[in-house]
């Protein structure tokens, strides 16, 4: 079953925000000088994480309980 446009359009608009926040964040932390004890890969993946638990919505099936 292939997602409808409204969907796919909402989908990169998410990625795409996905993709600013992180930039923002990695400028962020470069611009504050190399104060980490970590590998850039793993800051760089933090930055990711983070930057999706802000953005992406959490989709749940169910239903609400009282």
Not at 2 to 19: A, G, H, K, L
Not at 24 to 53: N, V, Y
């Amino acid at each position: 079953m292939q997602p409808d446009s409204q969907e796919m359009v909402r989908r990169f608009n998410e990625d795409e925000e996905v993709w600013r926040r992180f930039e923002q964040k990695r400028l962020e932390r470069l611009l504050l000088g190399p104060r980490w004890p970590l590998a850039e890969e793993e800051l760089d993946r933090l930055d990711w994480l983070e930057a999706e638990s802000e953005v992406r919505q959490t989709r749940c099936i169910g239903s609400e309980e009282p």
